[in-house]
């Protein structure tokens, strides 16, 4: 036997064996296959639209981004505020006055009026 | 776009095979129908859209894809048993003696219908031929030879290269030629 009367030979084979199945099986495959056209009519006759665009997966990864976008945001903000308080320190740190007058009762009172 | 007409007879002239193939590759008959049910239901919702002559080469790849998932879910199923398995208390264990018992005297009523439906002497030396053979080499083989698919197309389906499809084709033919010639079949 040569190459193409093998493969020539095991087709018919198959091709006998898909043709002769049970009766059951053609039967349940036909049902899956009106099953699955059942299910597909709505895509097979209307023309997607802009609502074939909400899938399962595009809007988790929509939410995904949405999501790492906040959290970005949220620490930039984070940051900034840090930083401000950290100017804010060292400013009175460094300062000539004694960081304890800020404390003082006196300077509150003074630090209202000076806002009014 | 295809019709739906279109679709079905495309369906019901390859569903066959399909499930033949899947027969081959999982090795049960109510799984290889499950697969074929997943195949199905792939093409019609996600490529219904398709013209018709690009039907057959893509639902072949979604077919050797349903077989992919079918095992890499039955790897995660065995994953799961194998670890919850050990807590099972004795008695758990006699009842599952006694369905796989009771599972073992249905299973040769389930499988029965398949195997009667292969009357063909020849037929069943070629689908043991079949099962001896590499998964990659059958599935090469059947989508080559069976489906008809050209190179490009198998190698797309099995998601691998050109040459790898002509060297598996090459020793699935060369594996069956020796099959058949040990089994003393001639055409």
Known sequence: MNEQEIIAYVRRALD????????ATVARLSALRHSALDRGQPRLRHHPGVLAWVQPRRAAVALALLVVLAFAGWQQARQAELARVVETDLSLLTGELPPAIYADRIFGLWLKGYRR | ???????????????????????????????????????????VERYGDRPAEELPPLFQRILQNAIHDHFRRSKVRDFWVRLVSPLRDKDDEHAETLESVAGAMEAPARENPEQRSVGNEHLALIEQALATLPARQRQAFLLRYWEELDVAETAKAMGCSQGSVKTHCFRAVAALATWLRDKGVTP
Do not use: C, P, W
């Open chain 1, 16 to 23: 006998e064996g898909a043709r002769d199945l049970d009766g």
């Open chain 2, 1 to 43: 776009m295809a019709t739906t007409r279109e679709i079905d007879t495309f369906l019901a002239g390859v569903e066959r095979r399909a499930f033949k193939q899947a027969v081959y590759a999982v090795q049960d008959h109510h799984s290889a129908l499950d697969v074929v049910q997943n195949a199905m239901m792939k093409l």
